[in-house]
């Protein structure tokens, strides 16, 4: 919006000029989300508080030592969604495609967190998994249509860059709307099942927006991308301001969620931070970037299918529970040792995949 309003008066006046440029506005839009969360965490969060009651928000399926957050409340995603839509909406070219798509994916899937999250409160089930996986099947479809049948032109297309290997492309065709979905839902899942312990998901987050932010501004610059020899996506720049506000509200959150958490993600934050996570991926061309960039969450979703596998199959438990840290908080690890240990981890799996942009 400011863009808008502000870059037309760099003819009057050079100062204004700096509104042009993505980095000044992408730093502008993670202080902007920062504070918006800071200022709005705590009336959200006693609004929140007064609304469950003191009732149930801790997961059943978890060890018995998370029984003494009950009362905690929870749907605290509400002020990440804010503290991202509002900032983004501030700073970035709302005349870029790409922006629009990535902002009505993290407000779908958060819409349908929020739904899960009153659900959740009312009946202790929330909604069920099938109609959960429908809704995020339905709108990572018609999302899709908008960069699949009509994309800015000469700037984008169907196919696959293989990490490691220059000019290797691989095209789908019709077949990328369905891989595309399987990354966007399964990476807002992934982030979904991470989200146990108090500002475990959030962390990797912060890096995985980083480590977007930077791809992001790379593929959308004709020059860093031909000398890189990556895919030159054309307007996929404008997305490391959207990149900047999710750096900003995730860190906002985190005041709020560090250990003893104040409030819970639920739903409605990790579902919206994973959806934007997944299609930051695919926009930029980065999907098989992903399962290294956000590795945390492909770990902690495959130790809870490996568990399921190998009940099923064996009848034996591979992890003392799933999904992963709660096999490491009943071996006796104490959960901020958990929670660093995991965020290491994502640092540096987020730096290797930045490597990959130079190792071809």
């Excluded at 003494?68 to 969604?81: E, W």
């Excluded at 009312?122 to 018609?142: I, Y």
Aim: proline letters at 4%.
């Amino acid at each position: 919006m400011l863009y808008h309003f502000l870059v037309p008066l760099a003819r009057d006046h050079i100062i204004f000029n700096v509104f042009r440029y993505l980095t000044f506005r992408s730093f502008m839009a993670l202080i902007s989300a920062l504070v918006i969360s800071l200022v709005i965490g705590p009336w959200i969060i006693n609004k929140l508080r007064e609304r469950q009651h003191g009732g149930e928000t801790v997961r059943e399926d978890t060890p018995e030592r998370h029984r003494t957050k009950r009362g905690t409340p929870t749907m605290g995603g509400v002020i990440i969604l804010v503290a991202i839509l509002g900032s983004t909406l501030l700073w970035a070219n709302l005349r870029n495609r790409y922006v629009w798509v990535v902002v009505l994916a993290t407000l779908g899937f958060g819409l349908i967190g929020v739904w899960d999250d009153l659900m959740k409160l009312r009946t202790r089930k929330g909604v069920s998994a099938r109609k959960k996986f429908g809704l995020q099947l339905l709108l990572t479809l018609l999302l899709l249509q908008i960069v699949f049948w009509q994309p800015p032109q000469n700037s984008w297309a169907p196919v696959l860059a293989v990490p490691f290997l220059k000019g290797w492309l691989l095209d789908l065709g019709w077949l990328w709307i369905p891989f595309a979905m399987l990354v966007i839902v399964g990476s807002s899942n992934a982030v979904n099942l991470t989200d146990g312990l108090d500002g475990l998901a959030i962390g990797p987050v912060i890096m995985a927006g980083g480590a977007f932010g930077v791809i992001a501004y790379l593929t959308g610059n004709f020059r860093a991308a031909d000398y890189l020899k990556i895919i030159n996506v054309k307007g996929a720049g404008e997305l490391t301001v959207f990149c900047g506000a999710l750096i900003g509200a995730a860190i906002g959150f985190l005041w709020f969620n560090c250990h003893p958490a104040q409030v819970f993600m639920g739903d409605a934050g990790s579902l919206a931070l994973g959806g934007a996570i997944g299609m930051l991926a695919v926009l930029t061309k980065a999907e098989l970037l992903l399962p290294l960039i956000g590795g945390l969450y492909v770990v902690e979703a495959g130790s809870v299918i490996i568990q399921v596998a190998s009940y099923k199959l064996t009848g034996k438990r591979v992890f003392r529970m799933a999904p992963l840290h709660h096999h490491y908080e009943l071996q006796g690890w104490a959960e901020p040792k958990i929670v660093v240990r995991f965020w290491i981890v994502s640092f540096a799996l987020a730096l290797l995949a930045l490597t990959t942009l130079k190792l071809r």
